[in-house]
């Protein structure tokens, strides 16, 4: 049984939605022969409406989205995270996944990189979370005409290597939910864009509390899906810290379902050596300027890529300091690239990390950004091309590393001491 204290939550779903009721008076004249993927039908009406309409209300969405999945009964789709996924990514697209099976649709969740955080590791073990790794080399063996359509999740495309794929395959976007900025003209058919709000991990639990998935407390999958939600909502809002009245409203709803041990066990995981090993090559190597700490830690493998969030993690708490960048070139063995991937974490509220960091590095040759972020947090990765690879003269690597360490230095420094000249100061 639904609690009653969401009752309030469905009237809003059902009451005053002058759109929809416009909606409905269009399609009183529409020929009876209209198919039922018709802009002109009362569904696609409520989904245009949450596409033009980002002040709609939460009722409003939900119900936008309950038409859109009623369309899409029975088919097959795909949810596509960020390459490398953090826990507020990978609960929202699980928690989107059960709701869909309640309209008969099978929704694979896949990601192109890999979990390398030792708390992502660990929740994906602890609580069986339905991820699946796609590399670039194995999607050229799946199947993908058996999709009728991909949901991104925690993203809008511009942070996975499988979209080119997927788009070339023709497969049509859906659905996007995500709460960082707009990164382009998206074309969806639903579309929950919401930068105001700290987590997709609260948009999705809104969704539970509006009643498109009853949750149940005796369903292990439900407490387990709860318990990284809650893990997602607590991430993406430093503990909490960082939260407001939505998200705290949506933490006091999971906490009727989620595990605290299995949280607990999740959160208690310890870093890796080679994650401490990063974390001492970023003290060594950083630099403070205007209490901007910047460090780059040379060269990591891919498997090791998330060990450069946690140690900006880390330099942000040294006294004196709002915010940290730190970098260094990650080495993908598998596909034979390089990049240089960064992280800024800062504690400085006029700082907006996603106008820095795409101000700081710009965009490539088809509009696309190096750079973006969220409230306090941000990364950003630049292909290194023609110059990647061959690192196994030690004498190359290091000169390679020092070039592309004083480019990052000199952009950055640009705006954070314009009076600096970092060339003439070394």
């Excluded at 969405?61 to 990978?90: C, M, N, T, W, Y």
């Excluded at 864009?193 to 407390?217: C, E």
């Excluded at 991937?341 to 006029?350: D, E, F, Q, V």
């Amino acid at each position: 049984m639904q609690s009653r204290s969401l009752q309030p939550l469905d009237r809003l779903t059902l009451a005053a939605e002058p759109q929809l009721m416009e909606a409905k008076a269009d399609i009183a004249s529409v020929e009876p022969t209209a198919t039922k993927r018709s802009i002109t039908s009362l569904s696609e009406a409520a989904s245009e409406q949450a596409k033009r309409s980002p002040n709609l209300s939460c009722g409003q969405k939900v119900e936008a989205l309950r038409q859109s999945l009623e369309r899409h009964r029975e088919e097959r789709q795909l949810i596509v995270v960020q390459d490398f996924p953090d826990p507020d990514g990978l609960s929202s697209a699980w928690t989107y996944k059960l709701i869909a099976q309640q309209y008969d649709i099978h929704c694979d969740i896949i990601y192109a990189g890999t979990l390398s955080h030792q708390e992502n590791i660990a929740l994906v073990k602890l609580t069986n979370l339905p991820a699946e790794r796609w590399t670039v080399q194995t999607i050229k063996n799946k199947d993908l005409s058996a999709y009728q359509g991909l949901i991104l999740i925690d993203n809008q495309g511009t942070t996975s290597q499988l979209m080119p794929f997927l788009q070339q395959a023709g497969i049509p976007t859906t659905v996007v939910i995500d709460h960082h900025k707009l990164q382009g003209n998206l074309q969806a058919e639903f579309v929950d864009i919401r930068p105001s709000v700290r987590a997709t991990a609260t948009i999705l639990t809104q969704y539970l509390q509006a009643g498109l998935l009853n949750m149940d407390s005796s369903i292990s999958e439900h407490v387990k899906c709860a318990t990284s939600l809650m893990h997602g909502l607590r991430s993406d809002t430093n503990a909490l810290r960082q939260a407001q009245e939505e998200d705290f409203l949506a933490a006091a709803y999971l906490s009727r379902f989620y595990d605290a041990q299995l949280l607990n066990a999740v959160l208690q995981t310890n870093r890796s050596k080679r994650v401490m090993d990063v974390i001492e090559r970023s003290l060594k190597n950083r630099s403070v300027q205007n209490n901007f700490s910047i460090a780059g830690v040379g060269y990591l493998r891919y498997d090791n890529r998330d060990a450069i969030p946690q140690a900006a993690d880390f330099l942000v708490t040294e006294e004196n300091v709002h915010t940290a960048l730190v970098y260094g070139i990650v080495h993908n063995e598998e596909e034979g690239i390089e990049m240089v991937i960064g992280s800024l974490r800062t504690t400085k509220l006029t700082l907006d990390p996603d106008e820095f960091l795409k101000e700081a590095f710009g965009q490539d040759n088809q509009g696309r950004f190096f750079g973006g972020g969220r409230m306090m947090a941000g990364g950003f990765e630049i292909p290194i091309g023609f110059l990647g690879g061959s690192n196994e003269n030690s004498e190359y690597a290091k000169l390679k590393w020092e070039v592309f360490d004083t480019q990052i230095k000199q952009k950055l420094l640009k705006l954070i001491n314009p009076t600096h000249d970092l060339i003439d100061s070394e």
